[in-house]
């Protein structure tokens, strides 16, 4: 019998993690994905689904701790304007951080 992966991202899932939920309004966007450390960036963005009021929503369930994300909307980087917590990036613009308890 194959063992089970429990490992995402190189991190070890765990019991207590958390259900997150993001939300993002852009009514006109044909494309939201939520990216972030927990998905390796872009490697495995997460589908976002727009609802009625124009506004994308996800949720992933994420351990405790500090985890960075962006959106991308119709292929382009945007901030979460939503986040208080932004650190600065490689790349000249900021992430969102999410902390987890």
């Known amino acids: 019998m194959a063992k089970r992966d429990n ?4 991190k070890t899932a765990t019991a207590n993690g958390k259900r997150q939920a993001f939300s993002l ?6 494309s939201v994905q ?3 450390d ?3 960036w872009q490697q495995r963005p997460l589908n ?3 609802g009625a009021d124009g506004i994308w ?3 992933v369930e994420l351990p405790p701790g ?3 994300y962006r959106f991308l909307v119709d292929g382009q980087w945007r901030d979460d304007p ?3 917590l932004q650190v600065p990036n490689p790349y000249g613009t900021q992430n969102s951080v999410r902390q987890v308890n």
């Open 7 to 10: 490992t995402k991202n190189g």
């Open 25 to 30: 309004a852009a009514p006109t966007a044909t």
């Open 34 to 36: 939520l990216t972030g």
């Open 38 to 40: 927990f998905t390796d």
């Open 48 to 50: 976002m689904e727009k």
């Open 57 to 59: 929503r996800a949720a």
């Open 66 to 68: 500090a985890h960075h």
């Open 82 to 84: 939503e986040c208080l």
